[in-house]
């Protein structure tokens, strides 16, 4: 059965820096993997999607990266700011017997301190 | 009305009511998905729909009746529930692919159940 671990559980630095989110999972056979942000009471926000074939994505001040041998993905975020504040969720989508659901982690926690 | 919609957002109910939430898409898309949110657990799956049909259920009670009349639109009925199912149910759709199929979230239901 497929296990997604993210650490830290929570994360408070000073605005400005640069920070690095980290997620493993247990079994490399995924199709891909969706890193998501959660506001408080709020639904996902879907930020970056790797697929087993690639390395690494990047959307403005994020990047993931994706080793599915190991089975580690990083998310890297540049620069932060206040309105980086929310739950960061890892989610990987498993290759095995068609299933289409996702795998969540527990979620980063993160504060961006002004 | 843009992406994923859930309807309601607040729900309290007794053990003893019935009560259905609703999702619908605006994407154009295949797959429809619930999810349940508890405090301190990941993002567990329940559902999944390709089609209108149902291709997984993750070992959900009964007392969880999901419904999906068409690709738009997805129903979960609630019957006999428990204080334990209090959560965060949240609903996502995708356009079924092998490799890609990114998930988009709406902005859930929170249900109290006394």
């Known amino acids: 059965k497929q296990e997604v671990t993210q650490i830290p559980a929570a994360l408070s630095v000073p605005e400005g820096e640069n920070l690095v989110l980290n997620c493993s999972f247990t079994?490399?056979?995924?199709?891909?993997l969706q890193w998501f942000r959660q506001d408080p009471g709020k639904g996902l926000t879907s930020l970056l999607l790797?697929?087993?074939?690639?390395r690494e994505q990047t959307s403005g001040r994020l990047n993931a990266s994706l080793d599915k041998s190991s089975g580690r993905s990083t998310l890297y975020i540049a620069a932060s700011q206040p309105g980086d504040s929310a739950t960061y969720l890892c989610a990987v989508r498993n290759s095995g017997g068609g299933a289409d659901g996702l795998t969540f982690g527990k979620g980063t926690h993160l504060i961006i301190q002004p | 009305e843009t992406g994923v919609t859930q309807t309601p957002r607040h729900l309290v109910m007794g053990m003893t009511n019935k009560k259905s939430l609703k999702c619908e898409q605006h994407l154009g898309h295949n797959a429809m998905y619930w999810y349940k949110q508890s405090a301190k657990k990941p993002l567990e799956l329940m559902f999944v729909?390709?089609?209108?049909?149902?291709?997984e259920n993750n070992s959900v009670p009964s007392r969880f009746s999901p419904e999906c009349p068409n690709s738009s639109h997805l129903f979960l009925h609630l019957h006999t529930l428990q204080p334990e199912d209090s959560a965060l149910y949240l609903c996502?759709?995708?356009?079924?692919?092998?490799?890609?199929?990114?998930?988009?979230f709406g902005p859930g239901t929170r249900l109290t159940v006394l």
């Open positions: 729909y390709n089609f209108k049909e149902q291709t």
């Open positions: 790797i697929q087993s074939s690639q």
């Open positions: 079994d490399s056979a995924i199709y891909n």
């Open positions: 996502a759709s995708s356009q079924r692919q092998i490799r890609v199929n990114e998930q988009f």
